[in-house]
């Protein structure tokens, strides 16, 4: 039998210590893996962490599918910052910034940002006259990562310089030469621009050095890092840019009529032109399974449904599959499953809203685990649409209470209806009448942890019991993407709830032989 894992799900923003900056930052991994490595999770599973788009909040759409956002990184651990004065030697509105995202009830985008483009702009100054201009060790070793990852960093990094000369996020409105990438219109932006291209190399670089060493640092504790690989990319970044021939740009991504939406989902993002994407060879999407796996040890492949057929809203028109003949969404589908299978790294594909038969017979064809989200498994043609219990799973899945656009096991068990409620007890064991306890927590979280499945992920407000959520589908607000852990993560085991969390956790593991304590 093959080893039964229990993961969380949790953005790197909600992961905050008190040393950082308001935001969870790479190195705040390390504390947490520890924390769940005390409780018997042997899994992290993260929301995306490319660079967002404009003011956006969302990881779901991020201006490049392999880049980093800088904001993740921790300043007290790049030198160049730190042996120049720290923040004590950035300007009052940054050192204001700080403070007012540090005391923030919320994730302070705004305040965060402001005071990392500050502060990482003194230390790409340190470092270009100090350590590049004088071609030193740490010189060249950011010039052996130059030279490893060109293949998307040269375009990245030309895109922002050039965004920002131009004041210009958007490459549709740049003038013709630089829009249509004329050859010696990107070579005059690469010798005007040189030292604007290096400084997002640079950070990139520094990015990604701490996102490798907090993946040491939590495989230590013997956890894994799982990520999530966004279904699309903004229509403003330079993968779009760089292979525009590849999208419908102005038909917007959506989804059609679903448990989120009565009239369907408008994600505002461009729709991939699968029939020219299929004559390159899918050249972009094996790039992003390169990509994904040197930075994961795993990941969700998101909007799976999507890889076999795409919902598309035209500006006039009706909405439209894409492709829209079966046979070709099964085949298109396929090919690209196998390809990010064959990314050398395990996935799983998040198969959830409407999802047509014959794709879930193709993912069972290819042995590719999908979702079992337990409050939409349910035997639906039985008498009072019972449950399905989760031991009944099959092994090739992985089991969630909920995801990061659900409500909570919290917020579900206190607003069902009577007749969902009613289930729910039934699976559970509950009188339907309880009020949301400890009790309750821990027997839903019972349930999941017996599952059937080999994988088990609980978003991190599940695992705490919490109301709190960390999006609502279908809204716009500062209530989405900003929610963060009430306690620095370092603290974790000095608090009594984060305590009793892991405790009841680690016995749930041990009872279901699974994480750390899976044998």
């Known amino acids: 039998m093959s080893r039964r894992h229990a993961g969380v799900m949790a953005p790197v923003f909600s992961l905050a210590s008190a040393r950082g900056w308001g935001i969870g930052e790479f190195p705040d991994l390390a504390p947490f893996s520890r924390w769940l490595a005390s409780a018997g999770f042997d899994r992290l599973m993260l929301l995306p962490v490319g660079p967002l788009a404009g003011g956006d909040t969302s990881p779901y759409g991020a201006a490049s599918a392999m880049a980093i956002d800088p904001i993740y990184i921790a300043l007290d651990q790049v030198p160049e910052f730190t042996h120049r004065g720290g923040a004590a030697a950035l300007s009052s509105g940054a050192r204001e910034a700080i403070d007012r995202a540090r005391t923030s009830a919320r994730i302070d985008y705004a305040a965060v940002r402001a005071a990392k483009h500050e502060a990482l702009a003194r230390a790409f100054d340190v470092f270009a006259g100090e350590e590049w201009e004088q071609l030193t060790l740490r010189a060249a070793d ?243 649409q019972p449950f399905v219990d989760p031991e009944r799973y099959p092994a090739v899945s992985a089991a969630m209470s909920g995801t990061h656009d659900t409500e909570t096991l919290a917020g579900w068990w206190t607003s069902a209806a009577p007749g969902e409620r009613e289930a729910i007890a039934q699976l559970a064991g509950l009188d339907t009448g309880e009020p949301w306890s400890p009790r309750v927590h821990e027997r839903l979280l019972e349930r999941l942890y017996r599952a059937g499945s080999s994988e088990l992920f609980l978003p991190l407000p599940d695992v705490f019991g919490s109301s709190d959520r960390i999006n609502v589908p279908a809204t716009v607000g500062d209530h989405n993407w900003t929610w963060r852990l009430p306690w620095p993560v370092e603290e974790l085991d000095r608090h009594h709830e984060p305590l009793r969390r892991a405790e009841q956790c680690r016995a749930l593991a041990a009872f279901a032989a699974r994480g750390l304590l899976g044998g």
């Open 142 to 384: 950011f010039a052996g990562y130059l030279s490893r990852e060109r293949w998307w960093l040269d375009d990245f990094a030309l895109y922002q310089a050039i965004a920002t000369a131009l004041g210009l996020a958007n490459w549709r409105d740049w003038p013709p030469p630089l829009r249509d990438r004329s050859p010696s219109a990107l070579d005059e932006a690469r010798r005007t621009l040189s030292k604007e291209l290096l400084r997002y190399q640079y950070l990139q670089w520094v990015a990604e050095s701490q996102w490798q060493q907090a993946r040491r640092d939590v495989r230590a504790h013997g956890v894994t890092l799982y990520g999530d690989l966004p279904f699309m990319v903004s229509v403003a970044g330079p993968d779009v840019w760089v292979r525009p021939d590849e999208f419908m740009l102005d038909v917007r991504l959506g989804v059609p009529p679903d448990a989120f939406s009565a009239t369907g989902q408008d994600w505002g993002l461009p729709t991939y032109l699968w029939w020219r994407i299929r004559e390159h060879g899918y050249g972009w999407m094996r790039q992003r399974a390169r990509r994904m796996a040197a930075l994961y040890d795993g990941y969700r492949v998101d909007h799976l449904v999507g890889l076999y057929r795409t919902f598309g809203r035209p500006p006039d028109g009706e909405p439209f599959f894409n492709p829209a003949d079966q046979p070709e969404q099964v085949a298109q589908g396929e090919a690209l499953l196998t390809i990010f299978r064959e990314s050398g790294v395990p996935i799983i594909a998040e198969d959830l809203g409407v999802v047509p038969d014959f794709v879930r017979a193709s993912m069972a064809r290819l042995g590719v685990p999908g979702c079992k989200v337990m409050r939409w498994e349910r035997d639906w043609q039985a008498p009072g």
